[in-house]
């Protein structure tokens, strides 16, 4: 069963630039959709448009239609603030809000109007539990997030996204900045996610693409070149430039 | 815990309340309200001026607003000296404020070391702050006879000490301003110089000050504009004689400026007369030139990259 | 080799001295101004002094109205400027588009910034005072004195709210927060400090004028307090001005006493302004 549909999608900017020429493809439900491919592809915008966050930058113009459990996110009546709840978002270098760690996770839900404190405290434990961190931070849930490590911001990242309940998580390089310890936990709390939730993930090097994807897409220039299984696509790529790519001859 | 999860408000489907979406528009209209206000009350100034100084423009004929003669009671309006009277006052507060300004701005940030400059630049904020009443005060309590004495002149209530009291009001914000746009020279500038052997005296004065030449004119102006405006200042020492200034000796006599005229005289006229209609002419006259000095010198080309520090000034 | 300095070097020790002279003489004269008037100042200060009213036409006595009318055109100024001033600045931070129209607004303020002090006693005599009616008071100042201040509010708030990193309004957004609950919750808790700055540098300025008050306020003397926002009171810097042009043999020592007073008002200000600003950078949370 397929979450996001995809179907001829194009950005243009203000300026006429195109970072998305015709894309189309399916996201698979309770999988981990690996988009990939060299920097300047697309794959932000693409990213940024299935939360529509996209608003809030100068894009000109979106065709084509985008689906999720069919319904059309381009919809310019569409209420985005509902949606960001439904599509979360976790960014590629920890940007913790500047409050305690507790008031991070429960920032999403305070926003919605969300009062009850025993529903607060009971999501801040169980997200922090699914994002792996838990038993690092119970001791100090009123300190300040930024005193946290990188990775452990990451991480903070997730569960704040996480206590939202999403149907979708879309991860934007999640592990650029951080150590490979703390990139392995994210990627193994990625495949624990995925039973629940349906996962986009943009990763930073082929090498993550192909640990963690069960379904690929790699994109060139605002252009989507080939869709695979993640397995597939990393013994045996189809189109010659994919080939290039996954073999290193370029970056 | 499934069932609270199920009553979590962010899952009901909606995305934000109604109540508080009206609440929302109407703070964004305010807003946005408050954000046009600046162009409101320019307008609501300059029409104000505009529309009582017009009558004087009706009531008393170009030859006598052009004469050199200010003499209200006997229906003698010549503005020139009045502006004579600024415009000596502004050259000389000029003449102090861009060397020391722009030299005290050059040792700051090129020469005095990080202590030096750490303890001197709070100083000259102060200097800065200073309520112009005061510095009026102490002008005509210690400068102004200080200068009858050392030059020997009838009185010390001069354009003399005008501009130099106006000087030391313009520097600061010379200083800041210049001290910016200096800041902003990028190191390799300098570093390029020196390394084809150049003194750092001959690289301040061939590579960084050209560079930021821009930023410093930006200053000069600014401090200019806020010579021109000064008014209880010039009103304490500048002897508030209207005699039309004809040559650089008129230095060391009084003269009076524009805003001095307006402020001394509006207690005393009768509203709606053509007196108080003169004195609102040679106010939108001021509306006018500040609006020249201060919007050319905002459009010269200058970045300030170093927010807080220097706003803060 | 020669021990001599060679031109170019001696050049610059003689141009580096130039300017090291002309800083000093900037800047000593400034802590002569201030220790002068604390010497000759503070003999005058005492609790009369303070909490006194003026007698014997201000040659006696104290001058308590002068420090009262001056606190309450300070808060009269904030009242009216601080909330417009921070809308102001939140829009052109957060919601003005690039367009003629924001550069417009950007123009109106500089030119409000450059407009002469007394032009703006003109300007709030002629509609404050006489056209709008209030009279001479502490409404009609405060409004002038108000717009007077509102560009240094503006552009001061505006500074502090640009610095706050974009990528919290972004995460903000990307978890269902509104751009008003972006700005209430994250922008401008984090940008307070520098705006509350802004806001008190803007306010000693507005403590310090006359000319906007001459007109519009500044009473010569009143026997009583002011008690209404519509009666006109005495402040200090008119005050100052009336003691020490005005009137005939008055003791120096009051004037210099006066200044003193009005100094440390307005310095005080300035340095608690300062001792929030280096606080706020210690603590800064990105």
């Not at chain 1, 603030?81 to 940007?95: K, N, S, T, Y």
């Not at chain 1, 997730?158 to 991860?171: D, G, K, N, T, Y």
């Not at chain 2, 009553?7 to 946005?32: C, Y």
């Not at chain 3, 002309?22 to 000759?40: A, K, S």
Request: with cysteine; proline share 6%.
């Amino acid at each position: 069963m397929n979450k996001i549909s995809i179907h001829n999608l194009s950005l243009t900017y203000s300026d006429g630039a195109q970072p998305l020429r015709d894309i189309s493809f399916d996201i698979p439900a309770n999988q981990i959709s690996v988009i990939f491919g060299p920097a300047g592809g697309g794959k932000s915008s693409l990213l940024r448009t299935l939360n529509r966050l996209n608003d809030l930058t100068d894009i000109q113009d979106q065709e084509g239609s985008v689906l999720l459990d069919g319904r059309d996110l381009l919809d310019p009546s569409l209420d985005v603030i509902q949606l960001r709840r439904q599509v979360g978002m976790v960014f590629a270098r920890p940007v913790v809000l500047p409050l305690s760690i507790k008031k991070n996770v429960t920032y999403g839900l305070e926003v919605a109007g969300e009062t009850n404190k025993d529903l607060l405290s009971e999501t801040v434990e169980s997200s922090l539990k699914k994002a792996a961190i838990w038993d690092e931070v119970k001791a100090r849930l009123d300190d300040p997030a930024i005193a946290l490590s990188g990775g452990q911001q990451q991480r903070l990242c997730l569960a704040r996204v996480l206590a939202l309940e999403p149907e979708v998580i879309l991860l934007d390089e999640p592990t650029s900045g951080l150590d490979p310890i703390s990139t392995g936990k994210v990627e193994e709390s990625l495949q624990d996610l995925k039973r629940e939730y349906t996962i986009v993930l943009v990763p930073h090097s082929v090498q993550q693409a192909a640990r963690t994807a069960d379904q690929a897409i790699f994109l060139l220039q605002g252009e989507l070149i080939e869709v695979n299984s993640g397995e597939l696509m990393f013994t045996n790529p189809q189109d010659p430039r994919t080939q290039d790519y996954i073999q290193g001859r370029f970056g | 815990m499934y069932q609270l999860q199920n009553k979590m408000i962010s899952k009901q489907k909606i995305g934000i309340n109604p109540k508080i979406q009206k609440r929302e528009l109407l703070i964004t209209a305010l807003i946005k309200a408050a954000g046009y206000s600046a162009i409101i009350f320019v307008g609501m100034i300059f029409l104000f001026l505009l529309v009582e100084s017009i009558p004087a423009l009706r009531e008393v004929e170009l030859s006598n607003l052009l004469s050199s003669r200010w003499y209200p009671i006997e229906d003698h309006y010549g503005v020139l000296p009045l502006i004579g009277g600024s415009l000596i006052i502004t050259v000389g507060a000029t003449l102090i404020a861009l060397p020391f300004g722009v030299g005290t701005a050059i040792y700051l940030s090129e020469i005095a070391p990080r202590w030096l400059r750490e303890t001197l630049k709070p100083l000259v904020e102060i200097l800065g702050g200073l309520p112009s009443v005061v510095l009026g005060f102490l002008g005509m309590l210690i400068l102004s006879p200080y200068l009858r004495i050392w030059l020997d002149l009838p009185t010390g209530l001069s354009a003399l000490a005008g501009s130099i009291l106006l000087g030391g009001i313009a520097i600061p914000t010379v200083v800041s301003i210049s001290e910016d746009a200096l800041d902003a020279v990028p190191k390799s500038y300098r570093d390029a110089s020196l390394a084809m052997g150049a003194t750092e005296w001959q690289t301040i004065w061939r590579v960084t000050l050209p560079a930021a030449r821009s930023g410093v004119l930006t200053a000069v102006m600014l401090g200019i504009g806020r010579a021109i405006g000064e008014t209880m200042t010039v009103m304490m020492v500048t002897g508030n004689a209207p005699i039309l200034p004809t040559g650089i000796k008129d230095l060391f006599s009084p003269v009076r400026t524009m805003t001095a005229t307006i402020a001394a005289e509006m207690g005393e006229v009768a509203n709606s007369s053509t007196h108080y209609h003169i004195l609102f002419l040679i106010g939108i006259i001021l509306f006018l030139i500040s609006l020249v000095v201060n919007v050319t010198a905002s459009a010269v080309v200058f970045r300030q990259k170093k927010s807080q520090e220097r706003i803060l000034s | 080799m020669t021990m001599k300095l060679s031109a170019r070097q001696y050049k610059q020790r003689l141009g580096f001295s130039l300017l090291t002279l002309m800083t000093f003489l900037t800047v000593i004269p400034i802590i002569g101004v201030i220790i002068y008037i604390i010497y000759l100042g503070l003999p005058a200060i005492n609790l009369e002094f303070l909490t006194g009213f003026p007698r014997e036409g201000m040659r006696e006595g104290g001058i308590l109205p002068a420090i009262i009318g001056t606190f309450y055109l300070t808060l009269g100024t904030a009242t009216f400027a601080v909330p417009l001033g921070i809308g102001s600045a939140i829009y052109l931070s957060e919601y003005a588009p690039d367009n003629k129209a924001t550069q417009l607004i950007r123009i109106a303020i500089i030119n409000l910034a450059g407009i002469p002090s007394v032009v703006y006693g003109l300007f709030g005599l002629g509609l404050f005072v006489l056209f709008l009616g209030f009279g001479t008071s502490i409404l009609a100042g405060s409004l002038t004195l108000s717009i007077m201040t509102l560009p240094v509010i503006i552009s001061t708030t505006e500074e502090a709210l640009r610095a706050v990193p974009q990528s919290f309004r972004t995460v903000s957004m990307s978890l269902g927060a509104t751009k008003l609950q972006t700005i209430k919750k994250i922008v401008l808790p984090q940008a307070l400090p520098g705006i509350l700055t802004g806001v008190i540098l803007g306010l000693e300025r507005a403590a310090g004028e006359t000319a906007p008050i001459l007109f519009t306020v500044a009473a010569f003397f009143l026997p009583r307090l002011p008690n209404s926002p519509l009666d006109a009171t005495m402040a200090l810097p008119y005050h100052l001005y009336v003691i020490s042009t005005q009137v005939p043999g008055m003791p120096i020592k009051i004037q210099y006493g006066t200044a003193l007073v009005l100094l440390v008002f307005v310095l005080g200000m300035n340095l608690v302004a300062t001792a929030i600003r280096s606080r706020a950078r210690a603590r800064r949370q990105w």
